[in-house]
């Protein structure tokens, strides 16, 4: 399969990629392959010989991804965003050093402490908005080898800092360093970290690429063959596949992309004003709002600033998890980016950052009407 739309805008792209050949009689989506093993006899070749290296049911949302990422070489569908995670950091070798930000997502942390313990890795944390400061970790010092991967996030999960990444990417690269960014909350709508020079991207999936709250998926991507080609033995070795229907599930997903990000990326901006100008409301972390640490900086290099709000209301923790109880569109769950709205007390897990206030509540703004999503806030607000 290949796409005569390359050249297109990112919201013509979330359509048109990935489709099969135009010839008359042809299907307009790709066919679901649903097999595990492929014909094959003599020296294997490129074509699909067994469902965990390579299969067709892959190829179209990797195609897709790869377009739409700005990206040399298509995607890799991975069965989790955890699992993408995963086979980027495979990148930093034994004795190796990751810097990356203190509030990226959470099971980001715990999987790089993992693999502090497993894989003799140095692990540093670092305010990925203090540019001097990562870029001072990253060069290291004192006898402490320069990083070999600097992971950004950006926004950031769930604090929403904002990274100047040519610059990461620029100074990363001045000591050898591996640049990787998890792309998730701002998907390749808003955000292309190839453009700025990166050399991995990743995502979750199961977010806002498929955007509906039914898969659970991951991708990665890389600028140099030769790396991707090393991500690609470290699925086919660790098993990390993703199931064909849920793949051709996350396809169909990402057609609307564009219509999903673009309303619900309005209605946080429209709804990050309200709660920011409300008395009930103690603070409020958005990139779109003109105070916010970030906004500049996503100004300057993002084409929006995402769809997830940070808030903190007046009260405290039990405030916060009063609001969670009495919302009623609002769902109180876990995970974002899908077409519902969703909100949670970050710090109910006790494995996030312990610099996340208690009270920050994360809003994962979807596709409802806004002005029924506001009254639903308004009125759980009013129970405080």
């Known amino acids: 399969m290949t796409s005569p739309h390359a050249h297109h805008s990112p919201s013509t792209l979330v359509v048109t990629a990935g489709r099969p050949a135009r010839e008359q009689g042809a299907p307009l989506n790709p066919p679901l392959v649903l097999s595990a093993t492929f014909v094959s006899q ?19 949302f990797e195609e897709a991804l790869g377009l739409l990422e700005a990206c040399p070489t298509p995607a890799l569908v991975l069965g989790s965003g955890m699992g993408a995670i995963a086979a980027a950091m495979s990148l930093v070798p034994p004795g190796g050093r990751l810097v990356l930000p203190r509030h990226s997502y959470q099971v980001t942390l715990g999987y790089a402490a993992d693999l502090a313990r497993r ?12 540019t001097d400061a990562v870029l001072a970790a990253v060069r290291g010092g004192d006898g402490t080898r320069p990083a070999d991967l600097l992971w950004v996030e950006s926004p950031t999960n769930p604090m929403l800092e904002v990274a100047d990444l040519p610059a990461l990417v620029a100074g990363a690269h001045g000591v050898g360093a591996l640049v990787a960014v998890d792309n998730t909350f701002a998907t390749p709508l808003v955000q292309r970290p190839f453009e700025h020079g990166a050399d991995v991207v990743v995502h979750a999936v199961t977010k806002y690429l498929a955007g509906h709250s039914d898969v659970v998926l991951g991708a990665v991507l890389a600028a140099d063959p030769r790396v991707r080609a090393r991500l690609h033995e470290y699925r086919t070795l660790h098993g990390a596949i993703a199931g064909p229907f849920e ?16 309303r619900s990326q309005a209605s946080a901006l429209e709804l990050a004003h309200r709660l920011a100008a409300d008395r009930r409301v103690l603070a409020v972390r958005h990139p779109g709002l003109p105070d916010d640490p970030g906004h500049a900086r996503a100004t300057a290099l993002m084409d929006g600033y995402g769809s997830v709000i940070g808030v903190r209301p007046v009260g405290g923790p039990q405030a916060a998890d009063a609001l969670v109880a009495a919302v009623r569109l609002w769902v109180p769950a876990t995970s974002l980016g899908g077409v519902e709205s969703t909100l949670e007390r970050r710090r109910r897990f006790s494995t996030e950052s312990a610099s996340v206030p208690e009270d920050l509540l994360r809003l994962s703004t979807g596709i409802e009407d806004v002005e029924d999503l506001w009254r639903d806030l308004d009125a759980a607000l009013a129970t405080l």
């Open 42 to 60: 003599g020296v294997p070749g490129d074509e699909p010989m067994y469902g965990r290296a390579d299969t067709p049911a892959w190829h179209a």
């Open 119 to 130: 894989s003799d890795v140095r692990v540093e944390l670092v305010d990925v908005a203090d």
């Open 247 to 262: 793949v051709w599930l996350a396809l169909r997903g990402l057609r609307t992309l564009a219509l999903r990000v673009e």
